[in-house]
């Protein structure tokens, strides 16, 4: 049985590679293995052990799964290879708050050191590195006990994420991209920055907070219908404008330092909040002269993320994450 967690109402459920061989699922004893072989083994994985047990099921959750699972770690000390797995079968390559999970997991079993350690995830797209490194570190950030993750630098722009037919346009002096499916579904849509933390992410900026779309209203058709065939790859999705699909966001500025956004994940649909969309959000806020450098409070239904942003020479060259998790009984 997977062991539930909350980060910033994201539920994700860990295993360890024993457990889930112990379910009778043949999975490889080496991350990199696994990853390249996911298609054999991960719908029985999900099926296995994202379901809820009674009693954690989220009210207005639209499934009966977990937003992922975590399989991890393949080692006992560190480096600790680790499979983040999105409830479609897929793996993904970045997860923030699926990783602030696996840290909090990783303390309770006594493997995580004070200093912190590095992470290692690996996934099978064709267009990213693999393993994805991370380091994670214990810390307390205004009381509150959790941990950063040092996501690295982003990269901007539509060959970051692989973007296909999207147009170049002008925003607070800066080139960004207009992506003619998010504008036929609105046209107050039409400024959007890709960002590659990790994850590929289409972070579309508005400047009111009334085009903003709902969680509700993302989950009802026809937009829901739409939002998928933009954000997932095919055969669900039409993989446009990126093949292997993209995390949509939309952000809107509301004071110093601080951004409200809404997230529609590739696998997995809108959700309550993500820890690299929001550090996505941060980081496509900074390249337009939306925030500076320094701490950046991005506001999501499931919760505020602390994202830090390291600027050197005019460049960005470091976002971390901070977050925490709890254990779910």
Same mark, same amino acid.
């Given at each position: 049985?997977a ?11 860990v295993?360890?590679?024993?457990q ?5 699922i043949n999975l490889?004893a ?5 990853a390249s072989?996911?298609a054999?083994?991960s ?7 994202c379901q809820?047990p ?8 639209k499934h009966?799964?977990?937003?992922g699972?975590l399989?991890?770690?393949f080692?006992s000390?560190?480096p600790f290879?680790?499979l983040?797995v999105n409830?479609?079968g897929t793996?993904?390559e970045?997860?923030g708050?699926?990783?602030? +999970? ?7 079993? $006594?493997?995580?050191p004070?200093? !912190?350690a590095? #992470? *290692?995830?690996h996934?099978?797209k064709?267009?990213a590195?693999s393993?994805?490194p ?5 810390a307390e950030?205004a009381?509150?006990q959790g941990f950063?993750?040092d996501l ?6 539509p ?5 296909l037919?999207?147009?170049p346009v002008?925003f607070?002096g800066v080139q ?10 609105d046209?107050?849509w039409?400024h959007?920055?890709?960002?590659r933390?990790?994850?590929p992410?289409?972070v579309t900026?508005?400047?009111d907070?009334a085009a903003?779309p709902s ?14 065939? +933009?954000?997932?790859?095919?055969p669900?999705?039409a $993989?446009?404008p990126?093949p292997? !699909?993209?995390n #949509? *966001?939309?952000?809107?500025r509301v004071g110093?330092?601080?951004?409200v956004a809404?997230?529609?994940e ?5 959700t309550a ?5 929001a550090?996505a ?19 999501m239904?499931?919760?505020t993320?602390?994202v830090?942003?390291e600027?050197e020479?005019g460049?960005l060259?470091r ?5 925490t998790?709890?254990l779910i009984?």
């Open positions: 049985m062991k539930f967690y909350d980060a910033r109402g994201n539920i994700y459920g295993v360890s590679p024993r889930v061989c112990e379910a009778g490889p080496s991350a990199e293995d696994a072989s996911r054999a083994w719908e029985r994985v999900i099926e296995t052990f809820w009674d009693g954690i099921h989220p009210a207005g959750a009966h799964r977990s937003d699972l399989i991890g770690p080692q000390s560190p290879d680790l983040i409830t479609d793996l993904a970045r997860s708050n699926g990783l602030t +999970i696996f840290s909090q997991a990783l303390l309770e079993q $006594g493997l995580l004070q200093e !912190g590095p #992470l *290692q995830v996934h099978d064709q267009d590195q393993p994805v991370i380091s994670i570190k214990p950030v009381g509150v950063w993750l690295g630098q982003p990269g901007f722009g060959a970051a994420v692989s973007a037919g999207v147009e002008p607070n960004i991209s207009r992506v003619r499916p998010l504008v036929q579904l046209p107050a039409a959007s920055q890709f960002v933390i990790g994850n992410h289409c900026l508005l400047e907070e903003l969680n509700e209203q993302m989950l009802e058709s026809p937009l829901a219908d739409s939002l998928t065939a +933009i954000a997932y790859a095919m669900t999705g $993989g446009q990126c292997a !699909g993209v #949509l *966001q939309w952000a809107t110093d330092q601080r951004i809404r997230v529609f590739r696998g997995e649909g809108p909040s993500s820890g690299t969309s550090s959000v941060a980081s496509a806020a900074w390249r337009v002269g939306w925030v500076s450098a320094g701490e950046v409070q991005v506001v239904p499931g919760g993320a602390p830090l942003l600027e020479q460049e060259v976002v971390r994450l901070f977050g998790a709890r009984d």
